[in-house]
Nanobody, 125 residues
Framework: QVQLVESGGGSVQAKGSLRLSCAAS????????MGWFRQAPGKEREGVAT???????SYADSVKGRFTISQDNAKNTLYLQMNSLKPEDSAMYYC???????????????????WGQGTQVTVSS
């Protein structure tokens, strides 16, 4: 089992920044992919950014150039630096981990085995 706990969400004005953190514990060595997903009311959960065990990253087109995913293996912590935030970035953000036999990014969220409880991000115009 892997436990994931997100933090860092909040309310910010457009063009502002936030950094999300995800503390992982448990059998983290059993996973090779970690990522951030988000879900707005009435919408499906979508992938935002992912990173694999070699540090290869992928991003949704909507966040490229604005968001950066990173991980601190010594601290077992995943981060998402979000800059130039837009109102359409408002959503519940989830940290996820999984053991995938394919690329970490651009895959259905259902392939990820472990999920955090989520942290709300609200961007006002």
């Amino acid at each position: 089992q892997v436990q994931l706990v997100e933090s860092g969400g909040g309310s910010v004005q457009a063009k502002g920044s936030l950094r999300l953190s995800c503390a992982a514990s448990g059998y983290t060595y059993s996973t090779n992919c970690m990522g951030w997903f988000r879900q707005a009311p009435g919408k499906e959960r979508e992938g935002v950014a992912t990173i694999d065990s070699d540090g290869f990253t992928s991003y949704a087109d909507s966040v490229k150039g604005r968001f950066t995913i990173s991980q601190d293996n010594a601290k077992n912590t995943l981060y998402l630096q979000m800059n130039s935030l837009k109102p359409e970035d408002s959503a519940m953000y989830y940290c996820a981990a999984g053991s995938l036999s394919t690329y970490c990014g651009g895959v259905p969220a259902t392939l990820y085995n472990y999920w955090g409880q989520g942290t709300q991000v609200t961007v006002s115009s």
